[in-house]
DNA sequence: CGGGATCCGTAAAGATACTG
DNA sequence: CAGTATCTTTACGGATCCCG
């Protein structure tokens, strides 16, 4: 910290200087799984100071492992060059560590519905949903008021919408939980079966959308041995 | 800093806030090459504070990565359990990674011939050499006084030793260098032919000696696809 | 609203000295 | 040999503010 780096030229300990800063690794998850924009990663990384967020996305661009694209009109956009993407597995197999051997009652202590609902709608899988505007709402009625309440709105040509504050849509499905089930069934800890069977999950509204709802929903990337998004 | 982590569920952020603080990568390499003792841990990571050390010690073992064997008499021993094991490749990955995206100019900016020497030492492989003792005096003369001349004591049942004052053999081979040509031969950018052909490597002594330098030097772990040690 | 920059208090790391 | 103790320097967190 005081110093650049670690005075040794090991490519571990080069490489250790570009990538095993603080919040690095995030800013490099965020920026794999397909996230472009400053405020989009801000999304992704709450609790990361914007000012810490603009050094780290400079440094990295310094070190050749992303590239910023300023187009003249529109808004500057981050993306992972080849010396970027070829981290990607490397994240991989860090996160697959931490689901190997991190203890899930230490990282759900780590709850944020933001960020889950963050999370969740990025790799949620409209397929399995049916050929129209489909609207849930998720809430978590122990969290805070601004917290509580969540729709996702899933539109065939649109994608997938998240707000915090009701977009005034019919609601096909109501999904009620705490925040610790809900985080679990998205770590691949809980399933939406075994939580809907126990209470702790409560899901209201239309039978397809319920019956499949494991499916639409997917699971964290890091759940399971897959794939980042492209 | 402020606060203790991420507060993520993510599993990769769980995993960067146990290896991705910093040192850490660095500790871990040096007990996945073997090293056990405190001292010697020391010695890979010379910029490293030893109350960093320990601290960073503390904290790997009660995550479960390391585990500290005192012995009553004996002096205490760093050993990675199974988690720490599997986090081997991922180091590896981290070295290959930097291997093939730092640019060589810039780790041969960070010279340290005790660093280069200590690793030799760990690397070095008795086998293609004469089975008796052999001794072989370093020399960079452009360092300063302490750095300037170092021998390797090879012995057959003894194992390889490393001194930074002379030790009072005979010498069977004299190599003489500037650290960073010696630094490039060791991290595979360069080679002892090459390099002596240039005049930038200084070969005086036992001809079989000289004529198999690149066999029993080898190369650092990290310059090829290569299992770190046991 | 997207995309930052600035400022200040706190927490972590560096340097060095010292001890059982 | 295996660490602590102490003091200084640096980085980070959080809030606020700025600008197109």
Redesign the pocket.
């Known amino acids: 910290?005081?110093?650049a780096g670690y005075s040794q030229f090991c490519p571990v300990a080069m490489a250790a200087e570009i990538i095993c800063?603080?919040?690095t690794l995030l800013v490099l998850r965020e920026l794999g799984a397909g996230t472009t924009?400053?405020?989009?990663l801000r999304r992704g990384l709450p609790?990361?100071?914007?000012?810490?967020l603009?050094?780290r996305?400079k440094e990295l661009e310094g070190a050749g492992v992303i590239r910023r694209s300023m187009q003249v009109g529109g808004?500057?956009e981050y993306h992972l060059t080849d010396a970027g993407r070829d981290l990607i597995p490397i994240i991989e197999a860090v996160g697959a560590w931490g689901q190997r051997w991190v203890d899930p009652e230490v990282s759900l202590q780590k709850l944020d519905a933001q960020l889950l609902m963050w999370d969740m709608r990025r790799n949620l899988d409209p397929d399995p949903m049916p050929d129209r505007r489909c609207v849930i709402q998720f809430q978590y009625p122990e969290q805070p008021v601004g917290l509580r309440a969540w729709w996702i709105v899933v539109c065939p040509r649109d994608g997938v919408d998240l707000c915090s504050a009701d977009p005034g849509h019919d609601v096909d499905l109501y999904v009620s939980a705490d925040l610790r089930t809900m985080t679990a069934i998205w770590m691949g800890a809980d399933t939406v079966r075994r939580a809907q069977d126990a209470g702790r999950l409560r899901l209201v509204g239309e039978r397809g959308l319920i019956d499949d709802m494991q499916a639409w929903l997917g699971l964290s990337p890091f759940a399971r041995p897959q794939k980042l998004a492209s």
Not at 37 to 40: A, E, L, P, T, Y
């Open positions: 910290m005081a110093q800063t603080r919040w924009r400053f405020n989009d609790r990361m100071s914007p000012a810490l603009s050094q996305l808004p500057g």
